[in-house]
């Protein structure tokens, strides 16, 4: 099925995105199934990224039928979302999360990262340094127990909103990075350590050394969400 993900920026989502008259609307346009991933009070505590003056506030995904630009509509139509932007995506899952999709919350922290292409890099070279050199090296260093990678196939909204607020190049992939929520508040949870502050600096730096190589260390968009999946078929 097709996926789509839609960033939408706005002030205490968390009731909206998550009442079931969205379900229902998007239910209506053909949509099977629904993620909604939402800056909630669960996550309040955790870090955030923003890329510009409009932090991003909640990330939907959704699967199956319904125009795109219909959907994108009913997003931008709820209250209080001051601004959508949604993209076509092909994902992948060098760990797939066990998934119950009855609309319970995961008990986790879901970060969720806007990442941008350096205009530096050729779209392979990219695709390489991210998918191929860093993908193990993300694993090895986090506490990670999913990781689910979101590669842009087109935008959905104008490419005036593409870029989000960055001022940089557009938005070339989402990635989702599921983490125990301990790791709210915990960096050695956060970072799989083995509690020493040697093993984490270790991480740390072998971390930040791999994003840097295909530019996840600048103009990045990190969202700490609550993970909400609904089967709407």
């Known amino acids: 099925m097709t996926k789509r993900m839609f960033a939408l920026h706005g002030d205490d989502l968390a009731p909206t995105v998550l009442a079931p008259a969205l379900r229902r609307a998007l239910a209506g346009l053909g949509v099977e199934r629904l993620q909604v991933n939402v800056d909630d009070a669960p996550v309040a505590a955790a870090m955030r990224i923003p890329a510009g003056q409009e932090p991003i506030s909640a990330v939907v995904s959704t699967w199956g039928g319904g125009a795109a630009d219909a959907v994108a509509a009913v997003l931008s139509g709820l209250p209080g979302v001051a601004r959508v932007a949604g993209w076509e995506v092909e994902e992948r899952r060098p760990i797939a999360p066990a998934e119950a999709w009855d609309g319970s919350r995961l008990d986790a922290l879901a970060n ?12 392979d070279e990219w695709r390489h340094r991210w998918l191929v050199d860093h993908t193990p090296v993300a694993i090895a260093t986090q506490g990670t127990f999913g990781y689910v990678q979101n590669i842009v196939v087109g935008p959905i909204t104008p490419a005036t909103v593409e870029g989000a607020q960055s ?10 990075e599921l983490f125990p929520t301990a790791a709210i508040t915990d960096i050695h ?14 991480r740390m730096e072998r971390m930040m050394t791999s994003v840097a190589r295909f530019g996840a260390d600048r103009g990045l968009d990190l ?7 609904f089967d709407l078929s």
Do not use: M, N, Q
Request: without cysteine; negative net charge; aromatic residues 6%.
């Open 112 to 123: 969720i990262a806007l990442l941008r292409r350096p205009a530096e890099l050729t779209h």
């Open 167 to 176: 001022g940089d190049e557009p938005v070339a992939a989402l990635v989702e």
């Open 189 to 202: 949870a956060f970072y799989g350590s083995d509690g020493t502050d040697a093993d984490l600096s270790d």
């Open 223 to 229: 969202v700490p969400t609550s993970r909400y999946l």
